[in-house]
């Protein structure tokens, strides 16, 4: 029997992550109008959540998924090759970051998969849809979910100084700075400033995360 190499499936794995992620984000904004449609009146958004029906609610089962599957990869990411014993601060550091990174952006998904749907049944939802789409989604999804991400990639970033690998280092930083800031539109829009900027910022931290993701497999994948 051929056995696997740890080091180059979670490199795959990585990879295989980066590009999966990105297919139910772009059916969302592509059927759902996702994620404009978030700053719609909740009567817009649960009157589109209801006609996209069983298949909408399977891409955001999908979407929460991949943000699971980043807990264990991310561990496994922060954990390996040696790093637990080199640079345990570190590694343990960004391997509970990633863990919560994933469990708390797949909760705010998850909403649109097991709550949600049962508010767009309802005549007058208007409220208790606000509520938990406040603090599902904007609270938990998009910014403690976003700074987890951000301090994930962030401390594994300082791992890769340390190890020499410059090109993942400030790919890494980037995404990280990215991410911090594009997590700041909910305390934005609470203040009363335009969330715009936050939003598009986002946006690009997630192009950035992928790149990250792919070049951190393909590193794994050499070695």
């Given at each position: 029997m051929t056995q696997v190499n740890p080091t180059r499936a979670l490199g795959a794995g990585l990879i295989a992550l980066a590009l999966a992620f990105n297919l139910p984000y772009a059916r969302l904004a592509a059927t759902f109008d996702y994620p404009g449609i978030l700053r719609q009146p909740p009567e817009t958004i649960l009157a589109a959540l209801?006609?996209?029906?069983?298949?909408?609610?399977?891409?955001?089962?999908?979407?929460?998924?991949?943000?699971?599957?980043?807990?264990?990869?991310?561990?496994?990411?922060?954990?390996?090759q040696g790093r637990a014993q080199h640079a345990p601060a570190l590694a343990s550091a960004a391997a509970i970051a990633g863990a919560f990174a994933g469990v708390l952006q797949a909760m705010g998904l998850l909403r649109w998969v097991l709550v949600l749907p049962q508010l767009a049944t309802l005549p007058d939802a208007t409220a208790s849809?606000?509520?938990?789409?406040?603090?599902?989604?904007?609270?938990?999804?998009?910014?403690?979910?976003?700074?987890?991400?951000?301090?994930?990639?962030?401390?594994?970033?300082?791992?890769?100084r340390r190890e020499g690998?410059?090109?993942?280092?400030?790919?890494?930083?980037?995404?990280?700075?990215?991410?911090?800031?594009?997590s700041f539109e909910t305390p934005a829009l609470a203040l009363g400033l335009p969330g715009d900027p936050f939003a598009l910022t986002a946006i690009g931290g997630y192009l950035a995360l992928t790149l990250?993701?792919?070049l951190a497999g393909l590193s794994l994948l050499r070695r």
């Open positions: 209801a006609a996209g029906g069983p298949p909408l609610i399977a891409t955001w089962y999908a979407f929460a998924a991949c943000a699971l599957i980043f807990a264990p990869l991310a561990m496994a990411q922060a954990l390996g849809f606000t509520a938990l789409h406040a603090f599902g989604g904007a609270v938990i999804g998009e910014h403690l979910g976003q700074l987890a991400t951000a301090c994930h990639v962030g401390l594994m970033a300082a791992i890769h690998r410059r090109a993942l280092a400030w790919t890494g930083t980037a995404t990280a700075a990215l991410i911090t800031t594009g990250w993701l792919i």
